[in-house]
């Protein structure tokens, strides 16, 4: 299973992005789908999920600027931020929740990252 990210880049302070995350490969179903970041000098955390019944979950730092969205069809997950502040500035990565197979156990799997820095 890969999953490949895109969409991160530079933007001044107040501006918006999107990132995508589609996930491929040997794929039988995907729980979760969502987005963690990790900045300069800190753990990796929660920015984001979506599962796969629509239930959706924000860090308290993100609500009310970044939305998360799911294309089921395609294995792809999107995050929308907006209002985009210097703290914001970080390597985001993609997680998805994956089946392999009808039998198989769920198991965690990773993008790559996506560099996301905000210019205040």
């Known amino acids: 299973v890969q999953l490949q990210a895109s969409g991160g880049g530079l933007v001044q302070a107040g501006g918006s992005l999107r990132l995508s995350c589609a996930a491929s490969g040997s794929i039988f179903s995907i729980n979760s789908m969502g987005w963690y970041r990790q900045g300069p000098g800190n753990q990796r955390e929660l920015v984001a999920t979506n599962n796969r019944g629509g239930t959706t979950t924000y860090a308290d730092s993100v609500k009310g600027r970044f939305i998360i969205s799911r294309d089921n069809a395609k294995n792809t997950v999107f995050l929308q931020m907006n209002s985009l502040n210097p703290e914001d500035t970080a390597v985001y990565y993609c997680?998805?929740?994956?089946?392999?197979?009808?039998?198989?156990?769920?198991?965690?799997?990773w993008g790559q990252g996506t560099q996301v820095t905000v210019s205040s």
């Open positions: 997680h998805a929740y994956v089946q392999r197979n009808s039998g198989s156990i769920y198991s965690d799997y």
